[in-house]
């Protein structure tokens, strides 16, 4: 190997390892919601009662040919 190779190697390493610590940590993390609670998001997204059905069209909004 010669000396750009290996120069371009530890440059190349020194960058991924400096992008991998970039992340934000979150300081506290919310512990997992005891058995039993009710889930305080109890909805799903996107609703699926207010979704078109299949070969069907939709109830409100712009109408395609």
């Not at 010669?2 to 020194?14: E, F, G, P, Q």
Request: aromatic fraction near 6%; charged fraction near 20%.
């Amino acid at each position: 190997m010669t000396s750009r190779t290996v120069t371009l190697t530890i440059l190349a390493l020194a960058g991924a390892l400096a992008l991998a610590g970039c992340g934000k940590k979150p300081s506290f993390v919310d512990s997992p919601r005891p058995e039993g609670q009710p889930d305080p998001f109890p909805r799903s997204y996107p609703n699926p009662d207010l979704d078109p059905k299949p070969g069907k069209p939709a109830g409100s909004g712009v109408q395609f040919p």
